[in-house]
């Protein structure tokens, strides 16, 4: 037992004098190019928000991401004290995994009337599968846990189509698109290697997915009517602008338009983040759309933020995305899987932006900085392994 504990101090020692020879690792460098990022947007913005005065409690998203980042570095810099260990690396890969199953949970029994804003909640849950669904490749985890952390995924998609946030669909479309990529480059399926028991439960899966379908229960039924609202909404926006302005798409159709002729005419500054909702509030009485009256914001994060602070406030958002991206280059080599997870998180930050501005909501600043912060921590828990 001496021997061991000798021997594993001496590993400990020697992994830190590595990086002592070579200087930062891919994490801690990674994890600063996340704080650089942070700091630059928030001060970026700052600046349009306090020429024009607007009220300082509306920055708390970039607050909770410098500190959020600020604790990011400390976490991966203090090794190996800070560093997860293989089993609890693997905790957190199920607790990241029942938050999933706990999101399907909420949206089968309140479905849009979810405890907070249903859209920035449905990408907060989207963030958490993006983190998890690398998790299902990684071979030197074992079947068993893989399948579990699978069955979480599709669980956590589902509780993102539960809450009908059609922005958040786009969470689909990445898990095909990376799943696809996966299965090309032969890292998801062994066909010739599955099982006579596999191919059972595939197909037994398959038939009883076929047959929820053909009962139409009303969960699905819901979700295809708010895909089908779509439509209908954009069509009547090009015949009846003031009845289509008080319909979800309708109102963001009209919002869109009124912000770009906005722009247009200011596009440096911006109007500041008050006058902009006063303008909101009389674009609605110029058409009599109560459902426009009671917004605060414009559905759209780059526009929102091109009106209220020009060319700053969208400058300061692209700053921000520009660092995620960043760090998954910096990950893509020594970290595969933390690299997906972060580009799986920047889509659909910026996806759903589209359709919604979700930092205006507190919780979905944290829930961006936790979820970047957690990719960064568990990477360097395979550093601390190696």
């Known amino acids: ?23 930062s690792s891919p994490v801690e460098e990674a994890a600063r190019i996340w704080l650089f990022a942070c700091l630059a947007a928030t001060a970026i913005r700052i600046i349009p928000h306090g020429f024009w005065q607007d009220n300082w409690d509306r920055r708390h998203a970039e607050a909770r991401l410098v500190l959020g980042a600020m604790a990011t570095v400390a976490l991966v810099k203090w090794p190996p004290f800070y560093r997860l260990l293989g089993a609890q690396k693997l905790l957190l890969s199920y607790a990241i ?22 859209i920035a909640w449905a990408v907060s849950l989207s963030f958490l599968v993006c983190l998890l669904a690398p998790m299902v490749l990684d071979a030197s985890v074992r079947s068993r846990h893989r399948k579990i952390w699978a069955l979480c995924v599709v669980m956590g998609c589902m509780g993102v189509v539960l809450s009908q946030s059609r922005g958040v669909y786009g969470l689909l479309i990445w898990l095909a698109l990376t799943g696809y990529v996966a299965a090309s480059n032969r890292t998801l399926l062994h ?5 006579l028991r ?16 053909s009962t139409q229960p009303q969960w699905l039924t819901g979700v295809f009517h708010r895909l089908y609202e779509v439509w209908i909404e954009a069509s009547l926006s090009q015949t009846n602008l003031a009845e289509a302005a008080n319909t979800s798409i309708g109102s963001r159709l009209f919002l869109w338009s009124k912000a770009l002729d906005a722009i247009e005419l200011q596009p440096w ?10 303008m909101i509030k009389q674009w ?34 692209m700053v921000l995305a520009t660092g995620m991206g960043l ?48 990719a960064l921590v568990m990477a360097a828990s395979e550093e601390a392994k190696n």
């Open 97 to 118: 995994g029942m938050a999933c199953a706990i999101g399907l949970g909420v949206t089968s029994i309140y479905g849009r009337e979810t405890p907070v804003h249903a």
């Open 284 to 317: 609605g009485l110029e058409i009599n759309s109560a459902q426009v009256q009671k917004l605060g914001h414009l559905h759209h994060e780059f526009l929102d933020a091109w009106v209220s602070h020009g060319l700053m406030g969208i400058l300061s958002l």
């Open 327 to 374: 760090v998954a280059r910096k990950l893509w080599e020594p970290h595969p899987r933390a690299a997906q997870g972060i580009l799986g998180i920047l889509f659909m930050h910026l996806t759903a932006g589209l359709s919604n501005t979700n930092m205006v909501h507190n919780y979905y600043g944290a829930m961006l900085s936790l979820s970047v912060g957690l």
């Open 1 to 23: 037992m001496r021997s061991e504990r000798i021997q594993h101090s001496e590993n400990g020692l020697s992994v830190q004098s590595n990086w002592g020879q070579t200087g």
């Open 198 to 213: 596999a191919w059972l439960v595939f197909f037994l899966s398959f038939g009883v997915f076929i047959w929820a379908l």
């Open 191 to 195: 066909l010739s290697s599955l099982s």
């Open 269 to 278: 500054l911006g109007y500041g983040k008050e006058n902009s909702i006063a």
